[in-house]
């Protein structure tokens, strides 16, 4: 039996089973437990005073880059970034080099992860290498262990198979989870459409090529009655075209990123190569209709995009930057400022970073219930830090935020019961 861990005199905020007040946490053999009338003598005790005591959160969109490109990030260092963040679950893309398509790669990537420290969760292709022809084996897929299937990174262009893919994935119970891009709108864009890229004299992707693409994803949601998840939502028009589908009853969840309802196009201003991405930075009335969204129930998570790259693929020209930024160290921060501002409350961040993301994946976590898994975040939202290069623990440093301020941080990460990040004073 390994020892009781006693997470003392924090603010326990658990949305699922409507609890928010303070009091103390008991843990034992990796599961939550009930509080016993006296602790063990080798009881392990963590004061949290201040702080809040919330379920591991879960980023359900990453990029570990491993295998093929282990140079950007591995899923040991991405774990580590995750657990620094507050994170004790992520699910990954399958864009990495062989995609993964096959079992032999989703059993690869478990197998690395099981060292690691966050659970990872893999994403399969929902078409062969993601090359948007034929479509991936789920069954074989699901069997290894993946969650949900994805062309992340591309869109699946044709209508037809990824109205099959849909069909298909129903099937197996997997979801499906949308890249929505018109790439006849955005091909060889580089920012958003407008006058900042006029300006900047820079090739610009339309609100449209986001919007269209959304639009067919709930048409044929409503045609096939399948889950569709869309993820990294940036604008305006296709916040709209989701919270309408929600009220018709399709059967649609929707994430949305910090860097969304943090910045605008105007952090491109000085090219730099860091505020480049897929989908871009908007403008300020888009960000403003994506706080609008995590407010009102449009947008069901929040999930970072983290996309590690060297400096091999960002001190580069800005055309030919690679698009992407990291997001598991500044995600938690970026999102209690929307509480501070008073756009969200407590309880709706622990539902769009950790209960959501369960829900949707179909994964353990969510909870704080007696018997449930030791997935526990501890958070103070008063912790000041400067996110500087020499502090960030992903391998690579590609963010926009770097030497911002930040206020709140994860203090203690549990995953399982293992302390797998501590900065508690």
Not at 62 to 78: D, F, Q
Not at 142 to 147: E, I, L, Q, S, T
Not at 181 to 205: D, F, K, Q
Not at 272 to 288: V, Y
Request: proline share 4%.
């Amino acid at each position: 039996m390994s020892k009781t861990q006693i997470i003392q005199n924090g603010r326990i905020i658990d949305p699922v089973n409507g609890v928010d007040h303070c009091d103390d946490l008991w843990l034992r053999d990796g599961r939550i437990i009930a509080p016993e009338s006296a602790a063990p003598a080798d009881a392990l005790y963590y004061d949290a005073w201040g702080k809040w005591v919330t379920p591991g959160l879960i980023d359900m969109h990453v990029h570990l880059r491993e295998p093929g490109e282990e140079y950007k990030e591995t899923i040991a260092s991405g774990t580590l970034a995750a657990a620094a963040g507050g994170f004790t679950a992520v699910a990954c893309m399958p864009n990495t080099k062989p995609v993964n398509d096959t079992a032999a790669v989703t059993r690869f990537i478990i197998e690395q992860a099981s060292q690691g420290a966050a659970r990872v969760y893999p994403v399969g292709a929902i078409s062969k290498g993601s090359g948007g022809v034929g479509l991936a084996e789920y069954g074989e897929l699901k069997a290894a262990g993946v969650v949900a299937v994805s062309d992340d990174g591309q869109p699946v262009l044709d209508s037809q198979l990824m109205r099959r893919a849909m069909e298909y994935a129903a099937g197996h119970n997997l979801l499906v989870i949308s890249h929505a891009e018109e790439l006849a709108l955005s091909r060889n864009g580089v920012m958003n459409e407008g006058v900042v890229s006029t300006r900047l004299g820079l090739r610009g992707i339309p609100v449209a090529a986001e919007a269209i693409m959304v639009y067919r994803e709930l048409a044929l949601a409503e045609l096939t009655g399948h889950h569709i998840h869309i993820a990294h939502v940036s604008t305006a028009a296709a916040t709209d075209l989701i919270r309408q589908a929600k009220k018709r009853g399709v059967r649609v969840t929707a994430e949305t990123a910090p860097h969304y309802f943090s910045l605008t196009e105007e952090a491109v201003a000085g090219y730099d190569t860091n505020a480049k991405m897929n989908p871009p930075l908007r403008t300020e009335a888009d960000r403003q209709a994506i706080r609008q969204g995590l407010q009102d129930g449009t947008f069901d998570a929040i999930a970072t995009d983290h996309a590690p790259h060297s400096v091999l693929e960002k001190q580069v020209e800005f055309d030919r930057a690679a698009n992407g930024i990291i997001g598991l160290e500044t995600s938690l921060p970026l999102t209690l400022a929307l509480v501070r501002e008073g756009v969200i409350e407590a309880a709706r961040l622990v539902e769009l970073m950790s209960v959501a993301p369960a829900r949707i994946l179909g994964v353990p976590g969510g909870s704080l219930a007696i018997g449930s898994i030791a997935d526990i975040t501890v958070i103070d939202p008063e912790r000041r830090f400067c996110f500087t290069k020499e502090k960030i623990v992903s391998k690579s440093k590609n963010s926009p935020f770097l030497d911002w301020e930040l206020q709140g941080k994860a203090v203690l990460t549990v995953c399982g019961g293992r302390i797998t990040h501590n900065e508690l004073s």
